[in-house]
């Protein structure tokens, strides 16, 4: 099954308020393991980039200034996300960014089918525990070391790591019990039934029996009694 982990970075909170995005990463995974197959952009967001997001992110106008606006190179995106679910940490934030993006360049939304939250999987596997990225790095103890700032490619590494251990962690095991599951689930065939000969009956001779006797008298004080032997 292919997933991308994605995280976005942008001017604020609202994308319907005026605020746009400006940097996308975007992380494959094919049964739950990074490929390797990474996407990452910036975009011009077409307006000035308020001092609040940019002490959480770093990104500038003048380092934006050079970039390509959103419809501009928006093929690449669609092309490398496909029809894969999207996981990403408080999805309704992210999602609301791409799809805002999306539609404003004219192309088709991310169906909402298609989200998947780790911060909703967080909430109901660790309820009351903290939920950040960073915290859940600290629990399932995820260097994070390098992040000094947001930056939507590395915390989309982070969070695929994190979304691999919110799910159990990586179970070597599993891909062996899936494929036993499917042996034990291919049909059953009936066997042939085996024909059964008839029993041999055995007639003892009056001379045997005699010899039986004639032994048995021999023995003195039975296990089975005197009745038994006569």
Known sequence: MREIVFDTETTGLSFSGGDRMVEIGCVEMVNRVETGRTFHAYYHPERDMPVEAFNVHGLSETFLSDKPRFGEAVHDLIDFIGDAPMIAHNAGFDFSFLNGELQRCGRPIVHMGRMVDTLQIARSRHPGAKHSLDALCSRFGIDRSHRVLHGALLD???????????????????????????????????????????????????????????????????????????
């Open 156 to 230: 989309a590494q982070l969070l695929a790591q994190v979304y691999v251990e919110l799910l159990g962690g990586r179970q070597i095991g599993l891909g062996l019990i899936a494929e036993a599951s499917a042996a034990s689930a291919s049909p059953v065939v009936a066997r042939t039934p085996r024909i059964a000969r008839p029993p041999r009956v055995f007639v003892v001779s009056e001379g045997d029996l005699a010899a039986h006797a004639a032994f048995m008298s021999r023995i003195k004080d039975p296990i089975w009694g005197a009745a038994a032997s006569g």
